[in-house]
């Protein structure tokens, strides 16, 4: 076979080799930006999360001075939201462990919640307090402080509010769907099968036993009594009880004063100025990062799922 010299095929094919060389380095170079691109947003990413976890430094105060150590209780209390007692509480200790604390507040916006979750934050307060019985500590009411919420603000040492802050709702609940109507309607028929007489207690899918709606409406009063005395308790002399007052009515921020369930005016920036003494305010609020408020947030959309078709306690 005759060898092919002609000049012009080998600058065709030198040609050729180029151009696969130049985008074979064209490709690597995209290849090497777009890693370099995702190292970066992957290590953007991790900063964010080990932001919302980790206290750079935190504020800094001169040695001696003195600040108001603020705790934020806002939304629904309940064991798997926002507002639970292992972060109030936690957030609490911090608190009052700090040297510079002067003293406490407790800012409270809450409609209420779970009396367990309420009762464990209530008695953590009254710890603290015989444990630092030097750091005050004041509940400033915002919108609203009723139930839960105000289980909890009568631990402390005063209430504030506003004129037209709601107060109040000294009062259990539980509360459930009855769907047996609907199932007749339907033709479904209920086979609840039981190991113990009780144990379909409250079944929202089978009548109403009047045996069991005598005995919830012990416990529900039991507790209405232990929420009671425990606003007895934390508001002492200053109570000033009416027929009304643990009937579950809520009051304005200027009628609670009148009642003696709040003792006065006031904003988280005036009780740290004027009653605490101290105008620099820190929160030590424990807020949730996103991967916490995403599980939680999770597992209690999975529960609620099947707890709101049965009866709950809820003070509210």
């Not at 609940?173 to 007749?184: I, Q, R, S």
């Not at 009047?210 to 416990?219: F, V």
């Amino acid at each position: 076979m005759a060898e092919n010299n002609d000049p012009n095929d080998a600058r065709w094919e030198r040609k050729v080799l180029e151009k696969v060389a130049l985008e074979a380095i064209a490709e690597q170079r995209r290849g090497r930006r777009w890693g370099i691109f995702f190292k970066l947003l992957g290590f953007s990413y991790l900063l964010v999360i080990l932001g919302t976890m980790v206290n750079w430094g935190g504020e800094k105060f001169a040695e001696g001075q003195k600040i108001t150590a603020l705790v934020s209780l806002a939304g629904v209390i309940q064991a798997k939201g926002d507002v639970n007692a292992e972060n109030v509480v936690s957030a609490l200790q911090d608190a009052f462990d700090d040297k510079h604390t002067a003293g406490v507040i407790l800012r409270i916006n809450s409609p209420g919640g779970s009396p367990v979750q309420a009762g464990m934050i209530n008695d953590e307060i009254r710890r603290l307090r015989a444990l630092h019985p030097a750091i005050p500590i004041h509940v400033v009411i915002e919108d609203v402080c009723a139930s839960g919420g105000y289980y909890i603000a009568v631990a402390a040492d005063k209430i504030f509010v506003d004129k037209a802050s709601i107060v109040g709702s000294i009062g259990v609940l539980m509360d459930g769907f009855g769907f047996t109507g609907t199932m007749d309607k339907l033709g479904v028929e209920r086979r609840l099968l039981t190991a113990g007489g009780n144990k379909g207690f409250l079944d929202p899918f089978s009548p109403q036993n009047e045996r069991h709606k005598a005995h919830a409406q012990l416990m529900l009063d039991e507790i209405h009594q232990q929420f009671i005395e425990v606003v007895r308790k934390g508001r002492g002399k200053r109570l000033k009880e009416t027929p009304e007052m643990f009937s579950g009515l809520m009051w304005s921020g200027a009628k609670s004063i009148e009642m003696g369930l709040a003792d006065g005016y006031g904003t988280v920036e005036s009780v740290a100025r004027d009653v605490i003494k101290a105008e620099d305010v820190r929160d030590f609020t424990v807020k949730p990062n996103f991967a916490e408020k995403f599980a939680q947030k999770f597992g209690a959309d999975m529960a609620e799922g099947v707890v709101n078709a049965f009866a709950r306690i809820t003070l509210r």
